[in-house]
């Protein structure tokens, strides 16, 4: 696997802008677009990480709900079921470029732990929109 360059600020900016950077073209998503596989990618790294206590366990469900939310419901691929069950095993995919999250954690100088978390945010997102759908 090819060891990213990243530095430990870019890494976490470039986790929160990937979030920002999905909004604004989220009309424009489909089954074999970069940016959904990466989505269904961040998917199954949710999964993997609160698997291994670094996230709620009902962190999957509003993980989705917030993805859902953005980038509407996506009919299932092959291509993006294996995407997913990449992250579920904790390879990470990302811009083209497939690597474990242990590989990726060193490779900027951080603990799993910090990869897991930054998915907090994407979380809550979808906690306060399923608060919010809810009326409550």
């Keep these: 696997m090819n060891e990213k360059t990243f530095q430990a600020p870019a890494f976490?900016?470039?986790?929160?802008?990937?979030?920002?950077?999905?909004?604004?073209?989220?009309?424009a998503q489909g089954p074999g677009d970069s940016a959904y596989l990466e989505r269904r990618n961040?998917?199954?790294?949710?999964?993997?990480?609160?698997?291994?206590g670094l996230?709620?366990?009902?962190?999957?469900?509003f993980f989705k709900v917030g993805t859902?939310?953005?980038?509407?419901?996506?009919?299932?691929?092959?291509e993006a079921d294996l995407?997913?069950?990449?992250?579920?095993?904790?390879?990470?995919?990302?811009q083209g470029e497939e690597q474990s999250l242990a590989d990726l954690a060193e490779a900027n100088g951080v603990g799993v732990?910090?990869?897991c978390g930054q998915y907090k945010?994407?979380?809550?997102?979808?906690?306060?929109?399923?608060?919010?759908?809810?009326g409550k």
């Design 12 to 27: 976490v900016l470039s986790l929160s802008l990937s979030l920002l950077a999905s909004l604004s073209g989220a009309s």
């Design 42 to 52: 961040d998917h199954g790294i949710v999964v993997y990480c609160s698997g291994k």
């Design 55 to 61: 996230l709620d366990p009902d962190a999957e469900q």
């Design 68 to 78: 859902d939310e953005i980038f509407g419901e996506v009919e299932n691929t092959p």
């Design 83 to 94: 995407h997913e069950q990449m992250g579920r095993d904790g390879i990470s995919y990302l």
């Design 113 to 115: 732990a910090e990869v």
């Design 121 to 134: 945010a994407q979380i809550t997102l979808g906690r306060m929109m399923a608060k919010n759908k809810a």
